[in-house]
């Protein structure tokens, strides 16, 4: 036997080792060295076991032992917890991946990337600041304490500046050991990272990602390490930053003993290491940058295990754990340093990483994901530049990986082209695999000093332009001609991006700080690489650079590019420069011919929009539309239309105006359309393409001259008209509002000056809600003066990305207008009202673009155009309104030069001939007075003699004539015809023979040859304005001169058609000088010569004669209008008498069927249905006693509160009470005592229409053959669309010829109140079903049948194990019960407070189908009572009214009967009216209402009894003892109360005080009566709507709830009411017990007997008796209430875990009902085959539930088997909803939306009015 002592002294005397201690165990090993005073060799050689390269990482035991190492005397726990109160960490740094929520509150930000973790977001104060919650993408960092990211102000209470002095540093032996271990833990990490780093074993990304799998538990453990915060993170930045243990990291690896191979497998890991470093090697770059910095160099020396962590990082593509390693110790400043530093010497590796990589789109998150941690630092981001040359680095980054995919330029001659762009069809550019280096490139470039150092090198522009150029004139289209491409490209959205991202928004970001004047020459030193960069391209792409080399110049006809980048560096550099700096527009504009080279190509891209608005391009496919529509969106104008607009308004501001308006014309191809020759053709355009281009090129000019943009426009000026366009356009939430608004505008970086200019012009109509279901969200629209002020059509085209938004605005402004009585022209719509811009430009160094307006070329182009628009009926009014704007702006802008008080010479000086479009030649003055009244003889052309060999066109007829018709009335034309002809013979050509067209078609002649011709012209512009006022006005000589006072007071109007645009031109012509009014006159005279005095009778007669041919008409009108109504008015009093008589006899409703449309009653042959949709629902399920609603829980404490409210719902209280039934009662008993279809119930609506069954069968069969019906109903249901309104049905009620209604039916003989209750006990006697023809009867089954299928079998089988036909009787009473219910419930609850919220949910009684319903029900209820228990019915009534009681009062082991006090007197009710024939007469239903009235309030008297004190109820009982001698005393309160009382009190031990029924606080006589009165109240309103469809019959409508039980008892005909007398004038308190009636002289024999059976079964069991006979009232079914904040619901439920599968849902979806959490799509909780959410909707509602979608606020609602999103019920501060989350902004509850759901829901009209549902699959 071997000594334990012994054995304990001989193992202290052994010597401790490695071996030894991993032999005792982690626990004792950690004690151990805990105690050693010097435990580093032990401790390493423990290491060097427990961290051998052999051993693999994966080890659990590996973590395990070096957590319990460095707990020491400790367990991990408590030495984790014993860390983490040293911590003095004054920022957050908490670190997490994507789809993490977070917020950024851009008040307290000092970066845009600044970012904040929820639990710092809270304990912060951010109250009234502009935040968002946002779904992280790539991942983050929380910035929380950082002051170089965000204000102090926003910090929270654990983060920021901390006193040194309250710093508390750990014990030194605390950290000790963890001191020591970790560089032996790092260099284990960089072991296995080198041994795995073998080219085959990274071949891919599985395989990558396999390696890293593999450290899941080890770097696990390093993060639990970092959670322990700043002391821990000190020993680890300690180790991971050393320069001395990185050098001995090998050595101290590397043993003597190498037995086990680990020295060759290090040294193998070395040598991986060192070909990993190899493959990697920097872009190449010039020398000289690679002597600037280590992070340039070629190879790259690592320093530190931080520097080779970093490498392995980039090597195995940011692997996420790895990265959120790195990310956790940022919080050390100097690791920080170092990581940054680390970072930007491997950055010119990432191009290289990202362009290899298969998967580069979740790669670039995770690369921003490190990045944007380090570059949001200004202070940091600047050191690394000066220090390491980040900025080159970045740039070479991007141009290496962009000179990766260069192709040859398509522009101009390929030939000749010797640059190079980017392919957009290759990868890096459709993945976005420069977005990470632009990203990092934009950050930097946000920060100021970086921003100016950049600027201020050459070398790095240099290289920046260099890089640009890749881009400049990439993704060139080609158009077809021929054929339709054969497959479309998708690289277009790719080059847009591409183009943003890589080029517009550095750009922005440089120029944000280029404002001041001290920057102006670093703005000229931008500005002039950009001009080398250009001239650069120039040469390369071999264009042309003169104006004629140019012009002449048709390569790029078919070719287009939208990408441009250098041309807007430029026009946005000038337009910064000269509106921020102060710049001379002088200093910035290029010198020489650089001008006219810059804007051709944005010219031709300006004239390739158009081309593609017009369908020139519809051959290449719908992809160049979608171009255009990106060159003009939000998110690009700012960086592209606006600067391609403004450079080319600097070119029509410097070049020489004649020469720009040529080029214009002659690159939009309408240059050949201005010629005045006969033949003329087009070589470019198709003959149907002209007037577009035409409109398209008047649109250009009008664009250039009204566009101020980048013209100096202030910015609240121009915030204005940007919202006032999108608003004319349609009207806009305030979300669309940003997101629509121009993405770098002044307009999107000032919130204020946003809000101001919105409140500026728009009004605001917030968000409303239909009954119907349609809700609207808050939304903006212009203020009525917006369409007077601020309405541009043509910024509207600028802004519009499609020509239907441009259409659209004019639309509304036409409405506005004609609304306001602007214009009253019916014919017609009015013209655009274009905005003539302000007199000058916004800036007064600028030349004004519409100098062009006054060259030579100008007026000669009008003067052809409206020369079209006389004689060309082809030409659109919008080329006319355009023409005439434009005219309009020549006239009203001032020439500079022009005083007044030159001679004009208009006769002599002017040519005779001039030639044709020579326009330069056409004047030789450049004043518009003297242009505009030049009248043009003769025009020279050239043209070609034809010779057909058939008779020429008629069209060309046409057009000349149209040249002189126009100046004459039709009618005077038909009587003058030959001077029509006299003076179209003179007007023609005089060597031009009339069989030739003047305008011919182009096309092939027999023979042709060329010659010149001399055209007869004979008009200015002036006249030709004068024609084109008579054409739109349709008569001659239309417009008149004002007066001189008429002209002094003349005001513009915008509002107007085509004469009145014209007119107010003429009218500016008029009063500009006093030679062009007299010239008006001149014009006028000449073309409509007055007429004499000789003929003025005659034109007097012609009106006469009109004027009578009218008034003639008219009269014969009014005559024959009165004999058609005498006529119609005859026949109705003809109509036969006998027919109407007939029909009053038969009094028979008719009904109209929605299928055949014919009308009649419902017969045998031919029987009538009513449709209707069946659906089994559970609201009332969801009543409670509390009038307050249950509120959702948002904390712990009140979701177990719900949970405890929930058992006690009125579904709750039920189940017991049918358990605690079922228990002391026979089956046949207790069911046809109450009811069911509380839950699960069937409630039954319709729409109101009518169809014959027939025609009802045959439309649903024609149905199966429409597949697109089957997407939204199920055939295989019954489900159909009522064919009149297409609400959904799925059934129809048979309507009989007797429907069961009284209304109809002839008198009724009257009952005496003995003869009514024999009557109705000899009915229920001789009780037997009706019987119908088979028509009918099949269609009552079938009716059945269905409402047995809607709902789900737990729900109508209350008894399956002993089913019944007392089963079946129930679950047909309970439907008639739950609509009844229903309807009570949809009048709030009772009949008062029925306002506008009430009334919506009631069904009017032309939709009532309860009738119907009953005779069904009715039907089925007869056969059962008489299959179940024939002599039940009989005796219960019996018993009712106090008939002696027959056998049935034995008592056996189950009470045989229920006693009546604990029978539902409203089932009884049912039951009995059920099994009554109908239609029943009134005097019988108000005797069997009276019978179970008295019943009812007895039972509440029992029921109120034991919430009495004892001492109160002996002082009933003795006041029923004093009053009992006075005759029939059973007709008061205190008498019957009570009687009730004596009678139970009889029972020992019935009455205890603990019985768990509350007593009332207040036991007075009034209090009693009240609580009487409201019990009572339930069954009178069931009654009263029972009796209101029975009898058609109108229910009162009291005002106020005192009034309500005296009118039901009114309209019952109670006693009180039916003996004349007036109920209110009885105490409250006294009408109850008034109304009550017996049969016998005193009803105490009665309620004797009642209290006796319950007192038969209080003997048996008490608490039984006690828990039957308590009474509930219900209040009305509502949702749970709602927090007013969204955040609320969000913080608690996002993150908690599922009650079923105890894990965080990806979808956490609330039920609105009952406040439970589900899994929405999730496979873990599935019911059986269905999930979760779908078999909750059947528990909780039957099959309708509503669930809240905490992730996207939206609301599901699943019905059945479907399931719609409703919308959302939170909106934030601008009524909008936020689906999904999107936008991450603070959400309010809406109560009229909640409300409106609510009401849906109980109304059951859920399915009618939403109509975009999906069938769920049970999927959800």
Same mark, same amino acid.
């Given at each position: ?114 970012? @904040? ?135 101290? !690896? ?85 990581? !940054? ?16 990589? !298969? ?92 921003? @100016? ?14 890089? @640009? ?133 944005? @010219? ?1217």
């Amino acid at each position: 036997m071997v000594d334990p002592k012994k054995t304990a002294v001989k193992e202290e005397e052994e010597p401790v080792t490695a071996e030894a201690l991993e032999r005792r165990g982690k626990r004792w090993a950690a004690n151990f060295l805990k105690r050693e005073p010097s435990p580093r060799r032990l401790l390493h050689q423990l290491l060097d076991k427990l961290l051998s390269p052999l051993r693999p990482i994966t080890d659990d035991k590996i973590v395990e032992w070096m957590r319990w190492i460095m707990a020491a005397d400790k367990t991990p726990e408590e030495f984790a917890e014993q860390v983490r109160s040293y911590d003095n960490a004054q920022r957050c740094g908490m670190v997490w991946t994507a789809n993490f929520v977070a917020y950024r509150c851009r008040t307290c930000g000092i970066s845009p990337c600044m970012s @904040l973790c929820a639990e710092c977001f809270q304990r912060g104060n951010h109250d009234g600041h502009d935040y968002n919650m946002f779904w992280s993408q790539a991942g983050g960092a929380c910035d929380c304490g950082d002051p170089y990211v965000m204000k102090q102000t926003g910090f929270c209470s654990l983060h920021g500046q901390m006193d040194p002095s309250a710093q508390v540093r750990p014990p030194d032996s605390l950290m000790q050991l963890p001191r020591e271990m970790m560089p032996r833990i790092f260099t284990r990490l960089l072991v296995y990272l080198r041994i795995n780093s073998r080219p085959e074993s990274l071949e891919s990304n599985d395989a990558s990602n396999a390696i890293m799998q593999r450290l899941d538990g080890y770097l696990g453990f390093l993060q639990d390490l970092c959670n322990m915060r700043t002391a821990m993170r000190a020993c680890m930045t300690e180790a991971l930053t050393s320069r001395e243990l990185y050098r001995d990291m090998d050595l101290g !690896t590397i043993t003597q003993d190498d037995s086990h191979g680990e020295i060759k497998l290090l040294r193998e890991a070395y040598r991986n290491y060192v070909e990993a470093v190899n493959s990697m090697p920097n872009p190449d770059v010039a020398p000289e940058l690679r002597a600037l910095s280590p992070a340039l160099q070629e190879n790259i020396q690592h320093e530190t295990m931080l520097d080779e962590l970093v490498f392995w990082t980039y090597k195995y593509e940011f692997p996420t754990k790895l990265v959120c390693l790195l990310l956790y110790m940022l919080p050390d400043q100097r690791y920080k340093e170092c990581f !940054t530093r680390a970072f930007v010497l491997h950055y010119a590796r990432i191009s290289q990483m990202l362009s290899a990589s !298969t998967d580069p789109d979740p790669l670039t998150n995770r690369v921003v994901h490190v990045s944007v941690q380090l570059f949001s630092n200004e202070q940091l981001a600047l050191r690394m530049t000066e220090e390491l040359h980040l900025l080159h680095a970045m740039v070479i980054s991007l141009k290496h990986m962009t000179s990766q995919i260069l192709i040859s330029s398509q522009l101009h001659d390929p030939a000749r082209n010797t640059h190079r762009v980017a392919s957009c069809g290759d990868k890096i550019m459709k993945n976005h695999c420069y977005w990470p280096l632009v990203s990092d490139l934009s950050n930097v470039l946000g920060h100021k000093q970086v921003a @100016l150092a950049f600027v201020s090198d050459d070398g790095l522009l240099q290289m920046w332009f260099s890089y @640009l150029s890749m881009y400049q004139g990439m993704n060139v289209n080609i158009r077809q001609l021929d054929a339709h491409v054969d497959m479309e490209p998708s690289t277009y959205y790719a080059a847009f991006s591409a183009e943003l991202e890589g080029s517009a928004t550095p750009m922005w970001a440089l120029l944000t700080h280029l404002k001041e004047p001290g920057t102006a020459d670093l703005t000229k030193r931008l500005l002039r690489h950009a001009y080398g960069a250009l001239q650069q391209w120039h040469d390369a792409i071999g264009c042309p650079q003169t104006y004629e080399e140019i012009v002449e110049d048709h390569s790029m006809d078919l070719r287009c590019t939208f990408h441009l980048p250098l041309h807007r560096y430029v026009a946005l550099i000038i337009s910064e420069a000269v509106k921020r700096q102060g710049v001379s527009l002088a200093e910035l504009l290029p010198a020489g011919n650089t001008m006219i080279t810059l804007i051709s190509h944005l @010219l031709k891209l300006q004239v390739s929009f158009h081309e593609i608005s017009a369908g020139m391009w519809v051959r290449n496919g719908n992809q160049m539309k979608g171009q255009t529509m990106t060159y003009t969106q939000c998110h690009f104008c700012c960086s592209m239309v606006d600067p391609d607009i403004y450079l080319l308004q600097l070119g029509a501001m410097t070049l020489d105006p004649d020469k720009f308006l040529t080029l214009v014309l002659k690159k939009f191809h309408v240059w050949d359309w201005l010629s005045f020759a006969p033949n003329a053709t087009n070589s470019f355009l198709e003959a149907d393409q002209e007037i577009p281009m035409v409109e398209a090129c008047l649109t250009f000019l009008a664009t250039l001259l009204c566009v101020r943009t980048c013209a100096g426009i202030p910015e609240d000026e121009l915030a204005r008209l940007e919202i006032a366009t999108q608003l004319c356009m349609g009207d806009k939430t305030h979300s669309q509002l940003m997101d629509l608004l121009p993405e770098k505008s002044e307009t999107m970086n000032n919130t204020t000056l946003f809000e101001t200019a919105l409140a500026y012009v728009s009004r605001y109509r917030g968000p409303a809600s239909e009954a119907s279901g349609n809700m609207q969200q808050g939304i903006y629209g212009p203020k009525v003066e917006v369409w007077d002020t601020l309405y541009d059509p043509i910024y509207v085209f600028l802004r519009a990305m499609v020509r239907k938004e441009f259409q659209g605005s004019m639309d509304r402004f036409t409405a506005y207008v004609k609304s306001t009585g602007q214009y009253a022209d019916s014919k017609g719509s009015p013209w655009p009202p274009y905005k003539v811009p302000q007199s000058g430009p916004p800036l007064a160094d600028c030349p004004d673009v519409r100098r062009i307006l006054h060259c030579n070329t100008f007026y000669g182009a009008m003067l052809a155009i409206l020369r079209r628009c006389v004689a060309d009926p082809l030409v659109s009014e919008q080329v006319m309104s355009l023409a005439v704007f434009l005219l309009e702006m020549a006239v009203r802008k001032p020439e500079k030069e022009f005083t007044g008080q030159e001679m004009f010479r208009t006769d002599m000086d002017q040519p005779d001939e001039c030639e044709d479009l020579r326009f330069t030649e056409w004047f030789c003055t450049p004043w518009s007075v003297d242009n505009l009244r030049r009248v043009v003889d003769n025009v020279t052309v050239r043209t070609e003699r034809v010779y057909p060999s058939s008779s020429s066109s008629e069209s060309d007829e046409m057009l000349m004539e149209s040249m002189d018709m126009v100046v004459e009335d039709s009618e005077e034309a038909e009587e003058e015809e030959e001077d029509g002809l006299l003076q179209l013979l003179r007007r023609a050509p005089a060597s031009h023979d009339m069989g030739e067209s003047w305008f011919g078609p182009r096309g092939l002649r027999d023979a042709a040859t060329t010659s010149t011709t001399s055209v007869a012209f004979g008009d200015s512009i002036v006249s030709l304005l004068l024609k084109l006022h008579s054409k739109l006005s349709d008569q001659p000589d239309s417009y008149r001169v004002p007066c001189d006072e008429q002209l002094a007071a003349h005001r513009e109007s915008r509002v107007g058609n085509g004469p009145h645009f014209v007119g107010q031109l003429l009218t500016f012509i008029a009063k500009k000088d006093p030679l062009l009014k007299e010239h008006i006159n001149q014009t006028r005279n000449r073309l409509w010569p007055r007429v004499t005095e000789d003929e003025t009778p005659r034109s007097e007669d012609r009106e006469a004669r009109r004027r009578l041919a009218r008034e003639r008409q008219q009269r014969l009108m009014r005559q024959f209008a009165n004999r058609q109504r005498q006529f119609q008015e005859q026949m109705e009093t003809e109509e036969p008498e006998a027919a109407a008589s007939s029909r009053r006899a038969r009094n028979v409703r008719e009904y109209d069927c929605v299928i055949c449309g014919q009308s009649s009653a419902s017969t045998d042959e031919r029987p009538f249905g009513l449709v209707v949709l069946l659906q089994a629902t559970s609201v009332l399920a969801h009543q409670h006693t509390s009038t307050e609603p249950l509120q959702l829980p948002t904390d712990q404490q009140s979701s177990l509160q719900l949970r405890h409210r929930l058992r006690h719902n009125r579904a709750g209280f039920l189940e017991h009470r049918h358990e605690r039934l079922g228990n002391t009662f026979e089956n046949k008993s207790w069911l046809l005592s109450m009811n069911i279809g509380v839950s699960g119930g069937v409630h039954v609506q319709t729409c109101g229409h009518h169809i014959h069954l027939d025609c009802h069968r045959m439309y649903v069969h024609s149905l199966t053959g429409h597949d697109a019906r089957q997407q939204s109903i199920s055939l295989q249901r019954g489900e159909y669309s009522c064919p009149l309104c297409r609400q959904l049905c799925n059934s129809v009620l048979p309507l009989l010829e007797d429907d069961g209604s009284l209304a109809a039916t002839p008198p009724q003989p009257a009952y005496r109140r003995a003869e009514a209750y024999t009557a109705v006990a000899r009915l229920l006697n001789d009780c037997q079903p009706p019987e119908y023809n088979s028509n009918f009867g099949e269609s009552i089954s079938k009716a059945m049948e269905s409402m047995t299928h809607v709902t789900f079998p737990k729900y109508r089988n209350t008894t399956p194990q002993s089913p019944g036909h007392e089963n079946v009787l129930l679950f047909v009473t309970s439907i008639a019960r739950t609509n009844l219910e229903m309807e009570v419930v949809q009048r709030n609850g009772g009949l008062t407070n029925t306002g506008d919220a009430a009334a919506q949910l009631v069904p009017s009684v032309k939709r009532s189908c309860l009738v119907p319903l009953l005779t069904v029900l009715g039907f089925n209820a007869k056969v059962l009572a008489v299959r179940a228990d024939n002599q039940y019915l009989p005796v219960m009534w019996a018993q009712l009214n106090g008939l002696p009681p027959g056998a049935r009062t034995a008592l056996t082991l189950y009470q045989p009967d229920v006693p009546l006090l604990l029978r539902d007197p409203a089932s009884l009710l049912l039951l009995l009216v059920l099994t009554l024939p109908l239609p029943l007469p009134s005097q019988l239903y108000s005797c069997v209402v009276q019978a179970l009235y008295n019943l009812t309030y007895v039972q509440a008297c029992a029921a109120l009894s034991f919430h009495l004190s004892l001492t109160r109820r002996r002082e009933l009982a003795l006041a029923h003892q004093r009053i009992r001698g006075g005759g029939n005393h059973m007709n008061s309160m205190p008498s019957i109360l009570g009687r009730v009382v004596e009678l139970l009190s009889s029972v020992p031990g019935l009455y205890v005080e603990d019985s768990g029924m509350e007593p009332l606080v207040d036991q007075s006589s009034a209090q009693l009566a009240d609580q009487l009165n409201a019990r009572c109240l339930p069954f009178l309103r069931l009654a009263a709507v029972l009796r209101q469809h029975l009898y058609q019959l109108t229910l009162p409508d009291p005002r106020r709830p005192e009034q309500e039980l005296p009118a039901l008892l009114r309209f019952l005909e109670l006693s009180s009411a039916g003996d004349g007398g007036a109920p209110e004038a009885a105490p409250l308190g006294q009408l109850a017990a008034g109304a009550l009636s017996w049969v016998t002289a005193d009803g105490e024999p009665v309620v004797r007997a009642w209290c006796q059976e319950y007192r038969s079964l209080a003997a048996q069991s008490q608490s039984a008796s006690r828990e039957l006979v308590h009474q509930q009232r219900w209040c009305q079914p509502q949702l749970l209430r709602l927090p007013q904040q969204y955040k609320t619901i969000f913080l608690f439920y996002h993150r908690r875990h599922c009650a079923r599968c105890q894990t965080v849902p990806k979808e956490p979806t609330v039920c609105l009902l009952c406040g439970t959490l589900v899994c929405l799509r999730g496979q873990c909780c599935k019911v059986g085959a269905a999930n979760e959410a779908v078999a909750h909707s059947v528990d909780c509602g039957a099959g309708t539930s509503i669930f809240l979608a905490v992730n996207s606020s939206t609301i599901i609602v699943i019905r059945g088997r479907r399931a719609c999103l409703w919308g959302s019920v939170y909106l934030d501060s601008f009524g909008e909803e936020d689906r999904d989350l999107k936008r991450g902004r603070p959400l309010f509850l809406c109560e009229e939306r909640y409300r409106l759901l609510q009401n849906l829901w109980i109304s059951h009209a859920f399915d009618n009015t939403r109509r975009r549902w999906i069938w769920h699959k049970e999927m959800l």
